[in-house]
């Protein structure tokens, strides 16, 4: 799946469905299959989420809605004098946000573009592109094809809508891309474009070993 938000937003991804456990000591439970600091406040059913050094709670991870939040469930200052809780005790009680963003959440691995309200265009010179300039992602408009492209993880999207539905678009991509100019702001994409020379240099790169030493303790 790939989401898209118009506004400050964030994905929240489960491998598969939600899963709660224990935290010793306290009446929370804490989601145990994402990489989020998530907790669950038994007895009253909120849930907790962190979010940079802020914290948002909703009664309803699905559905929403998500707001910050302005008291925290109680045990979350009891957390246990453990190194793996001890990034979150640092923003117990943190600092609260002024609005919430959209948070996505998924069950399975997904892509979340966002951008700063509807989307601006800048032309690429040479080339029937427009790349979307208030947004982090690689997101592109072929003004030939009226289709986004998007770039998440070496791989090519299309859609005719930033809502979708998205498809596969790495083994057809428009010859356009291979025209970019490897000085322009998103030159760096040349490296997922088949066939160019920065694509070609990745590929070597990625084929040479790399060795790295880790302390067994």
Do not use: C, M
Not at 114 to 137: C, H, K, M
């Amino acid at each position: 799946p790939i989401f898209y938000s118009d506004r400050p937003a964030i994905l929240v991804i489960f491998l598969g469905e939600p899963k709660f456990k224990p935290v010793q000591g306290t009446d929370l439970l804490f989601a145990a299959n994402t990489n989020w600091d998530l907790f669950l406040e038994v007895g009253t059913g909120r849930y907790y989420l962190l979010n940079g050094e802020g914290w948002l709670t909703t009664q309803d991870i699905q559905k929403g809605p998500w707001e910050p939040a302005r008291q925290l469930a109680p045990d979350l200052s009891k957390l246990p004098d453990d190194p793996n809780w001890a990034d979150v005790k640092k923003r117990v009680p943190g600092t609260p946000s002024a609005t919430a963003p959209v948070v996505i959440v998924s069950q399975q691995p997904a892509e979340l573009i966002v951008t700063d309200g509807q989307p601006a265009f800048a032309p690429i010179s040479g080339t029937r592109l427009l790349y979307v300039t208030n947004s982090e992602d690689d997101l592109f408009l072929h003004s030939g094809e009226a289709n986004y492209y998007f770039l998440a993880a070496g791989r090519w999207f299309r859609s005719k809508k930033l809502e979708g539905p998205w498809s596969a678009a790495s083994k057809d991509l428009p010859p356009d891309f291979a025209s970019i100019p490897e000085g322009h702001a998103k030159g760096d994409v040349l490296a997922s474009v088949p066939h160019t020379p920065q694509a070609e240099e990745a590929v070597i790169q990625a084929t040479i070993p790399k060795t790295a030493t880790v302390k067994r303790n």
